[in-house]
Each structure stands twice: as C-alpha cells, then as structure tokens.
C-alpha cells in the first residue's frame, strides 16, 4: 500500500467519524426534545 492511499484511507475514517457523530448528535437532540 501506498503511502497516498494510506492518507486517503485516513481522510476518509475522518469524515465518517465527523458524519457520524454529527448523526448521533441529532439523534440525541431529537430524544432530548420530546
């Protein structure tokens, strides 16, 4: 593997990470409203 496709691979863990806290966020703000 390559050290670009390694970066890339990094990048893109990060954006789901970011994606899905961000769901997860909404969920729990959606709960706490009700």
């Known amino acids: 593997m390559t050290n670009a ?4 691979r990094i990048v893109f863990a ?9 769901l997860l ?3 729990y703000n959606v ?3 009700e």
């Open 14 to 22: 990060g954006d789901l990470h970011i994606t899905f806290n961000g």
């Open 5 to 8: 496709m390694l970066q890339q």
């Open 31 to 33: 709960v706490g409203k």
């Open 25 to 27: 966020k909404d969920k």
